[in-house]
């Protein structure tokens, strides 16, 4: 019941910027800490930020001073702002968002979206 759908990825020179978005929809009673991910080919996927329900964030350190991760509860959305963009960080991004839904035969657990690509030229 409960999807999570991203937009926002592209193909962007370095040094662009591009902004993420993800969206949760169903019958969601919370959210706790939100995350983003992202997987080139034949590579792990990598935590590349997370922020929790009370706003805290974390970075990788791959990322740190040039992403920006946010969110807004009202609309159970999270968002990464990508700035200064590197060749380094093409990749599948993918929002992961541990939900609690009004389905209470069902523990809380992690959603992950379908991913969306971000292709930086150099």
């Known amino acids: 019941q409960v999807q999570l759908v991203e937009h926002g990825g592209g193909l962007v020179q370095a040094g662009g910027s591009l902004r993420l978005s993800c969206a949760a929809s169903?019958?969601?009673?919370?959210?706790?800490?939100m995350y983003w991910y992202r997987q080139a080919p034949g590579k792990q996927r990598e935590l590349v930020a997370s922020?929790?329900?009370?706003?805290?964030?974390n970075y990788a350190d791959s990322v740190k001073g040039r992403f920006t991760i946010s969110r807004d509860n009202a609309k159970n959305m999270v968002y990464l702002q990508m700035n200064s963009l590197k060749p380094e960080d093409t990749a599948v991004y993918y929002c992961?968002?541990?939900?609690?839904?009004?389905?209470?035969?069902?523990?809380?657990?992690?959603?992950w979206g379908q991913g969306t690509q971000v292709t930086v030229s150099s």
């Open positions: 169903g019958s969601i009673v919370a959210i706790n800490t």
């Open positions: 922020i929790t329900s009370g706003g805290s964030t």
């Open positions: 992961k968002m541990w939900i609690r839904t009004w389905n209470l035969a069902q523990p809380a657990r992690d959603y």
